[in-house]
């Protein structure tokens, strides 16, 4: 018997779950809790942290938890990190579905940088326009280049004052590129600062840079722990029935 635990908050992991609840897969699906209105899911749902790894495997225990899959977003690292260490310490299958990393195309102008605090460093001398397309968990460290105007974009409207002024766009996405184009014109957009996100659902903004001619300060993947990767749903399927035919 299968009770699998998909580990979410991306629309791959809304794929996945569609997919699972279709197969009549037993399956739980988890929100960290960061956005104040989650999408519905087809499967039962739990929202909010575990408790770290330890938590993590005494929900494993308690549920009955046969099968994790992490498809929570590429730099949602701590989440990862913990499946990784859990699923080591139960001896419960783990599988990641990840999209892979964008590469450059004729045309990007992009400057690659390992994280955050390099992409504030990458930014140009001269007051710019920048697009700060990275997650408000992560833009504090931009207060410390305020020659800047900048535009953020968050899900929901921020419950606390920002680090800085910034004009905030409050969206959900999905963002098509005729939007992405027609934002950052509007806007004014000289700089991009992005994350190397991968997949389709965030990469409209990637071609409307390219199509604008503008720099892109592009943060690399942070990185993971060994683990048994994939990067389509059906790939996941299979796996959870293979190993449902095995018992295992
Ligand atoms: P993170 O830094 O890796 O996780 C921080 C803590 O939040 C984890 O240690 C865990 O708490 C809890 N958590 C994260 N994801 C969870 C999940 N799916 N279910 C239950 N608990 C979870 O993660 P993050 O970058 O804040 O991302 C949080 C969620 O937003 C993830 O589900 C991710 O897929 C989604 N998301 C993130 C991004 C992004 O840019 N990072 C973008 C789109 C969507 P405990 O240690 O207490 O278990």
């Not at 001398?125 to 105007?149: D, N, T, W």
Request: glycine share 8%.
């Amino acid at each position: 018997m299968i009770r699998a635990l998909i580990l979410g908050g991306t629309a791959d992991a809304s794929l996945l779950a569609a997919e699972i609840a279709r197969a009549g897969i037993d399956a739980v699906y988890s929100y960290g809790g960061r956005t104040r209105t989650p999408a519905d899911q087809p499967l039962p749902t739990r929202i909010g942290g575990f408790g770290g790894v330890s938590g993590l495997a005494d929900y494993f225990r308690r549920e009955g938890i046969t099968h994790v899959i992490d498809a929570t977003h590429p730099f949602a690292t701590e989440m990862s990190r913990n499946a990784v260490e859990a699923c080591a310490e139960t001896g419960v299958p783990l599988m990641a579905l990840e999209r892979s990393a964008w590469v450059k195309a004729p045309g990007d102008n992009w400057i690659e940088i390992p994280d955050v605090n390099a992409a504030v460093a990458a930014l140009p001398k001269s007051p710019a326009k920048v697009f700060l397309a990275i997650g408000r968990q992560h833009i504090a460290p931009f207060a410390s280049r305020p020659e800047h105007a900048y535009t953020l974009r968050f899900v929901d409207p921020p419950e606390k004052p920002l680090p800085f002024t910034a004009d905030v766009i409050v969206s959900r996405g999905p963002f098509t590129l005729e939007g992405e184009l027609e934002m950052m014109r509007t806007r004014s957009i000289a700089w991009i600062v992005a994350r190397n996100s991968g997949g389709d659902g965030a990469r409209a903004k990637i071609d409307a840079a390219r199509m604008l001619s503008l720099p892109v300060i592009m943060i690399a993947r942070p990185r993971l722990p060994e683990r048994l990767r994939v990067e389509s749903v059906a790939e996941v399927l299979q796996w959870l029935c293979h190993r449902a035919r095995l018992g295992a």
